[in-house]
């Protein structure tokens, strides 16, 4: 299995910028097809942004397309979610998974593999 460990949450401003990185290990990181998820308080997991195994597919929801950029390397076995004009409903805790397929999907129950998560908090 792949262990995933997130990192690059933190306080920022509206407008400001955050790059968020997942570390992966025990597998082949270039098997898996990542995603990003992010949870607020007391709503669902929502769908954030995902990418093939090779770069070459990528997909966003909807509140984050035009703002957020996901990409990986696949030689550091690290997702990264570069994260720009955050807005104070961007606050929520951030979980990179993993699915051992070559399918980019945006349903979290069919990813197998989860992080821990990292807070992101945007407020002024």
């Known amino acids: 299995q792949v262990q995933l460990v997130e990192s690059g949450g933190g306080l920022v401003q509206p407008g400001g910028s955050l790059r968020l990185s997942c570390a992966a290990s025990?597998?082949?990181?270039?098997?898996?097809?990542m995603g990003w998820f992010r949870q607020a308080p007391g709503k669902e997991r929502e769908f954030v942004a995902a990418?093939?195994?090779?770069?070459?597919?990528?997909t966003y929801g909807d509140s984050v397309k035009g703002r957020f950029t996901i990409s990986r390397d696949n030689a550091k076995n690290t997702l990264y979610l570069q994260m720009n004009s955050l807005k104070p409903e961007d606050t929520a805790v951030y979980y990179c998974?993993?699915?051992?397929?070559?399918?980019?999907?945006?349903?979290?129950?069919?990813?197998?593999?989860w992080g821990q998560g990292t807070q992101v908090t945007v407020s002024s």
């Open positions: 998974a993993a699915r051992n397929s070559i399918v980019v999907v945006t349903w979290d129950t069919l990813y197998g593999y």
């Open positions: 025990g597998r082949t990181f270039s098997n898996y097809a």
């Open positions: 990418i093939s195994r090779d770069s070459g597919s990528t």
